[in-house]
């Protein structure tokens, strides 16, 4: 099936910008906003979603391990 090119696609043309203070770098992933918060205290509070670059999305997953962890565990 062909898509509709009247539909907007889910992925856009242009990536977004990583929403880090003083960053821009174009974004690879999406977190909540309230997931991004608990290693970047400091991000705007705008919209649900948080883009984030590679290596800050790389900062996010090394700062939350642990949690993360012991979240998946039940714990």
Do not use: N
């Not at 174009?26 to 918060?37: F, I």
């Not at 509070?45 to 039940?74: I, N, V």
Request: with cysteine; hydrophobic share 25%; aromatic share 4%.
């Amino acid at each position: 099936m062909t898509p509709d090119p009247t539909r907007p696609s889910h992925r856009t043309a242009t990536p977004e910008p990583c929403i880090v203070p003083g960053c821009g770098g174009d974004s690879v992933r999406h977190l909540a906003l309230s997931e991004a918060k608990r290693a970047f205290p400091l991000l705007p509070d705008q919209g649900r979603r948080a883009p984030l670059c590679r290596a800050h999305y790389k900062q996010w997953k090394k700062g939350t391990k642990e949690s993360r962890d012991l979240a998946r565990l039940g714990r």
